[in-house]
DNA sequence: ACAAAAGTGTTCGTTCTACACCCATGC
DNA sequence: GCATGGGTGTAGAACGAACACTTTTGT
């Protein structure tokens, strides 16, 4: 199986940058470092990637191991290879960042890796480049959802419309007016009001909405400028 | 070297997505195969990453081979994973694409590579997924022309308004209104006018401009919805 | 004098932003 | 009855889209 003569052959690893959202804080889920290097030391989810896998099916078993979850929502960042990014040996290594909801974890929880979730905002240092790829994956995150609705991923399947704003002002670190926040966020016509209420925040309540799923795969590509009708373009 | 045991180590490459804009139509640049298999087919031009290299470096360094040109505008675009893409071999293949002047590429032309350049909308077959690889590339550049002055790594050091609007209108394969397209363009601020006329394409002749290139460095990114005042999160 | 492309302004509708009060409830 | 967070409306500014005529010059 090896014919192209004289190239050098190298690790091929995934790295999993895994989002979730408790309803007022941005996480995110690391695991302690089982073997040496860096034993013990925090460190993203991560594989290599397989003979016969591509690596988003190397990146989807990773998220499965430590998260017991399929069918998450993963996007591939970008490539890392730094020629001695990992000192045991030469690894390129390809980030993915998944975006969860963290409910849904918190019942499969495996122990096997001591994972831990971290507030985004005060995180412990992190092994090899893995706080190069936090950062570009919150940026790239910041930059996806000022354009697309894919926050609602890290929601449950019902959640209130504050939530929904605790979580983009999570994201943004700011605040936004609620009255201009709510108006847009409905004028999308991708949520649907239900009649239960969320009394868990405040005395009143609040109502909850489910993401409208059709209407939400539909329009997941929206919103620009620079260009006259840009939506049309974006495809 | 080899300490991570039991896994397996692949080969990896480069493939570069070389665009470029002739004044009229948008083109690629493609090599044609000198190695079976596919020998003599129409490909990407591509390398293997070496063993002290980035894959930045890597792609630098192919598009160097080809275009004799440094210092060109260059993005990583993805990694390409199927398992059987390269028949010969398994290979990881991350694509970048690249911005160039196409007229300063035309002096420095290797023969090495029996290099051409088509156009975009008019293309040969190529071999294992590099057509995949051009289709994505072509939808990301869209996407960020539309919200990113990116454009302007197509055109000479002059160029002219009409000039411009068809470099946009190419990509994006409309028409667009030349009043709206002049305002907007000139608004951002990026453009300084020249005394100086191209009469090539007209008996009136169109005034040429220049990138002013603090500003371009500086507002390289700009504009968008969905957030109130998205440009200042997305550094 | 005419053909061909460059250049420029206005109006209208939509969207964005800033801003303040009432509502429902549990204690 | 009051404290807490939820929910809603409006006015002014900025932006985006549609649209047509004049200018320059080579032949």
Redesign the interface.
């Known amino acids: ?4 003569i004289g ?6 690893a995934v790295d999993c940058i895994i989002f979730g959202f408790d309803g007022f804080d941005f996480k995110l889920l690391l695991i302690q470092r089982g073997f040496a290097p860096e034993k013990k030391k925090w460190s993203l989810m991560g594989g ?9 099916v190397a990146a989807n078993r990773v998220l499965m191991q430590l998260t017991g979850l399929k069918d998450v929502y993963l996007e ?1 960042l ?2 890392f ?3 001695d990014r990992d000192p ?5 290594a ?1 980030a993915y960042f998944a975006l969860i909801d963290i409910h849904k974890y918190e019942k499969q929880i495996s122990h096997e890796y001591h994972a831990e979730w971290f507030l985004l905002k005060d995180m412990p240092q992190l092994i090899f480049d893995h706080q190069e790829m936090v950062e570009l994956a919150k ?1 790239r995150l ?2 996806k ?4 609705p894919v926050l609602f991923e890290l929601l449950p399947d019902k959640f209130t419309i504050p939530q929904l704003q605790a979580l ?1 002002e999570g994201l ?1 670190e ?1 605040e ?2 609620k009255r ?1 926040f709510s108006r ?1 966020i409905l004028s999308t016509g991708l949520l649907v009001k239900q009649n239960e209420k969320d009394k868990e925040g405040s005395r009143k309540g609040a109502f909850y909405y489910k993401l409208d799923k059709r209407k939400y795969s539909e329009n997941f590509q929206a ?6 009708n ?1 939506d ?4």
């Open positions: 199986m090896i014919k192209y190239q050098t052959r190298i690790l091929v290599f990637i397989q003979p016969e896998e591509t690596l988003e591939q970008q490539s290879s730094g020629p045991v040996e030469r690894t390129i390809v940026k910041r930059y959802a000022a354009l697309h983009y943004y700011t936004f007016d201009n847009k919103f620009l400028k620079f260009i006259p840009p049309k373009f974006l495809v």
